[in-house]
């Protein structure tokens, strides 16, 4: 079995958050104005599918998004040697 590292699941959680922090809100307000149910049951319906699903994707795909980083960066780096070597070529 595959060891998995939390890392981008934690990552993706930490990126969607200031989402699911604002649907919690405008859920549990709704709730809790409506009478429905307390705010903090609200606000936990609102954001947890959200954050569920960022730390799902992020531990389904982290790899890929190591891959894209890093390949990223290499194309990033490259690109700046080869731009340096034909200005001097240019001189």
């Known amino acids: ?3 998995t590292s939390p890392f981008w699941a ?3 959680a930490v990126a969607v958050s200031p989402v699911a ?3 919690g809100v405008v859920r549990g307000s709704y709730d809790a104005a409506s009478g429905n149910r ?3 049951e609200g606000f936990y319906a609102g954001a947890q599918p959200i954050m569920t699903a ?3 994707f992020g ?3 982290g790899e890929a998004i190591t891959k894209g980083i890093v ?3 290499a194309t990033a780096l490259g690109a700046r ?3 340096e070597v034909l200005r001097g070529l240019r001189r």
Do not use: C, P, W, Y
């Open 1 to 3: 079995m595959e060891q």
């Open 10 to 12: 934690n990552v993706s």
């Open 21 to 23: 922090i604002t649907a």
């Open 38 to 40: 307390r705010f903090d």
């Open 54 to 56: 960022a730390k799902d």
């Open 59 to 61: 531990a389904k795909h």
């Open 71 to 73: 390949g990223g960066a």
């Open 81 to 83: 040697i080869l731009n």
